[in-house]
């Protein structure tokens, strides 16, 4: 299976700039799609970005512009740059990962969270 630990969070002041970081480990052949979803208090978890394992990128029309998805495959990491940061950018972070095993297996896993908060 595959682990995820995400790294980065913190609270920065609205217009100021995060990294967060999600490192995968274990036992997988490849992986294929990762991206980041986030939920605040009371509202829908949301799909902030995706990146491809050919580098093809996608955002949530609400961060487009503002955020930037990369991976580096070498060391199985994904990151997040969240750059002018919005108090609505206030939420639970989390990554996921769609990974490969042997066999055409293929699975699904999920960081831990770290937790972004914007004030003013």
């Known amino acids: 299976q ?4 995400e790294s ?5 002041q609205t217009g100021g700039s995060l990294r967060l970081s999600c490192a995968a480990s274990g036992s ?11 939920q605040a208090p009371g509202k829908q978890r949301e799909l902030v970005a ?7 990128t996608s955002y949530a029309g609400s961060v487009k512009g503002r955020f930037t998805i990369s991976r580096d495959n070498g060391k199985n990491t994904v990151y997040l740059q969240m750059n002018s940061l ?3 950018d206030t939420a ?23 937790q972004v908060t914007v004030s003013s």
């Not at 595959?2 to 630990?5: D, I, M």
């Not at 997988?28 to 986030?38: A, E, L, P, Q, V």
């Open 86 to 88: 919005k108090l609505e």
């Open 50 to 56: 995706v990146i491809t394992n050919d580098a093809t």
């Open 8 to 12: 980065g969070g913190g609270l920065v």
């Open 28 to 38: 997988f052949f490849s992986i294929n799609d990762m991206g980041w979803y986030r």
């Open 92 to 114: 639970e972070y989390y990554c996921y990962a769609h990974s490969e095993g042997p066999y055409g297996s293929g699975s699904v896993s999920w960081g831990q969270g770290t």
């Open 2 to 5: 595959v682990q995820l630990v």
